[in-house]
T-cell receptor, first 112, second 116 residues
């Protein structure tokens, strides 16, 4: 099935470090969403982006909707052990559908 | 405000059987969509319902079907189960308040289906 290109695939960092991950696509999208998923749970929405160039923060998390509408990045500052999980980007064409295309995921491990 | 509720959380079925999964969206949300998550394929879109009408469908065989009721609750059904249908099935709901850009989409905790 269709997936967005998400990188890196995994990250192993020390507590306190900053983290950056991104997603790219060959198609244009009108909405980018970032989710975090922990084992055995469903994805939890972190940040939603609706406009090209938009930069949005949620606590230590910052995400941007690329100007070309084909990419997005997520930054996590001063990571803590509870940041551990798999982070997914997802994109939608918007309008009359909420169909999401997901990225392949970034596994984040934080060592105390 | 209650989140997206999915039942059952875990189930085991035998090849050839059928299964029905249920989803209650967030109160006031009229759009419900379903996704399949597997280690190999990641998160894949199954179908989307809005006001009891299917308005988008993913690339899955006809054994996968769904419906939405007038109260926005939704069910999905998988008939003639195959081993490869083992997956986490996720339901998502959205308020559908935007008409140009996309909408915020919230997921339930999922239903873990194991086919043996």
């Amino acid at each position: 099935g269709q997936q967005l290109n998400q990188s890196p695939q995994s990250m192993f960092i020390q507590e306190g470090e900053d983290v950056s991950m991104n997603c790219t696509s060959s198609s244009i999208f009108n909405t980018w969403l970032w989710y975090k998923q922990e084992p055995g749970e469903g994805p939890v929405l972190l940040i939603a982006l609706y406009k090209a160039g938009e930069l949005t923060s949620n606590g230590r998390l910052t995400a941007q909707f690329g100007i070309t509408r084909k990419d997005s990045f997520l930054n996590i500052s001063a990571s803590i052990p509870s940041d551990v999980g798999i982070y997914f980007c997802a994109a939608s064409g918007g309008g009359a559908t909420n169909k999401l295309i997901f990225g392949t995921g970034t596994l984040l491990a934080v060592q105390p | 405000k209650a989140g997206v509720t999915q039942t059952p959380r875990y189930l085991i079925k035998t090849r050839g059987q059928q299964v029905t999964l249920s989803c209650s969206p967030i109160s006031g949300h009229r759009s419900v969509s379903w996704y399949q998550q597997t280690p190999g394929q990641g998160l894949q879109f199954l179908f989307e319902y809005f006001s009891e009408t299917q308005r988008n469908k993913g690339n899955f065989p006809g054994r996968f079907s769904g419906r939405q009721f007038s109260n926005s609750r939704s069910e999905m059904n998988v008939s003639t189960l195959e081993l490869g249908d083992s997956a986490l099935y996720l339901c998502a709901s959205s308020p559908q308040t935007r008409t140009v850009s996309g909408n915020t989409i919230y997921f339930g905790e999922g239903s873990w289906l194991t086919v043996v």
